[in-house]
T-cell receptor, first 115, second 111 residues
Framework: DAGVIQSPRHEVTEMGQEVTLRCKPI?????LFWYRQTMMRGLELLIY????????DSGMPEDRFSAKMPNASFSTLKIQPSEPRDSAVYFC?????????????FGEGSRLTVL | SQQGEEDPQALSIQEGENATMNCSYK?????LQWYRQNSGRGLVHLIL?????REKHSGRLRVTLDTSKKSSSLLITASRAADTASYFC???????????FGTGTRLTVIP
């Protein structure tokens, strides 16, 4: 298996632009998580899905952030409009079991820089 | 917050020495996991210890859990330069389906 695949690996954009990050989880994994990592705040859970349904989005910073999972093999995290404080590494992770009882498999991350 | 805190924030040792990292958390848990992150890469799962376990081994890794003190430790024996990475503990909250990560310990193993 190729593991969790994220794209793009690096994104540089200007404030106000729309950003879309993509994730392909490991086939057969029922849970998908989006995390954000910054030096100041560490790893923050943004949202997670179970069987394509959003379960907990309480970590999504504000309405500028949205996430979708239209099918079991694809998820997107969108920021519109982007702001400099959104600069971070965004990780997608998938799990066969719940994150609480199973191992999370992380992608390599998407490093976002908003100028 | 359920987030754990690792201690120390940074650790530098010579190759061959043992490295010990500690994690403290705030609320009751079902299990605790340790992850490793190489610079610029994603996190990789190392080991999971359940709340009813006190110690677990995996190769050169030894994890302990003390639920009465809400703390865990990760010991890496006979460290190698390739062990240089950041190490994170992650906890669930009893009844929750997601993980909360600590702030991480940055380990440097000097050849």
């Amino acid at each position: 298996d190729a593991g969790v695949i994220q794209s793009p690996r690096h994104e540089v954009t200007e404030m106000g632009q729309e950003v879309t990050l993509r994730c392909k989880p490991i086939s057969g994994h029922d849970y998908l998580f989006w995390y954000r990592q910054t030096m100041m705040r560490g790893l923050e859970l943004l949202i997670y899905f179970n069987n394509n349904v959003p379960i907990d989005d309480s970590g999504m910073p504000e309405d500028r952030f949205s996430a979708k999972m239209p099918n079991a093999s694809f998820s997107t995290l969108k920021i519109q409009p982007s702001e400099p404080r959104d600069s971070a590494v965004y990780f997608c992770a998938s799990s066969l079991l719940t994150g609480a009882t199973g191992e999370l498999f992380f992608g390599e991350g998407s490093r976002l820089t908003v100028l | 917050s359920q987030q754990g805190e690792e201690d120390p924030q940074a650790l530098s040792i010579q190759e061959g020495e043992n490295a010990t990292m500690n994690c403290s958390y705030k609320t009751s848990i079902n299990n605790l996991q340790w992850y490793r992150q190489n610079s610029g890469r994603g996190l990789v799962h190392l080991i999971l210890i359940r709340s009813n376990e006190r110690e677990k081994h995996s190769g050169r890794l030894r994890v302990t859990l003390d639920t009465s003190k809400k703390s865990s430790s990760l010991l890496i024996t006979a460290s190698r330069a390739a062990d240089t990475a950041s190490y994170f503990c992650a906890t669930d909250a009893a009844g929750a389906n997601n993980l909360f990560f600590g702030t991480g310990t940055r380990l440097t193993v000097i050849p």
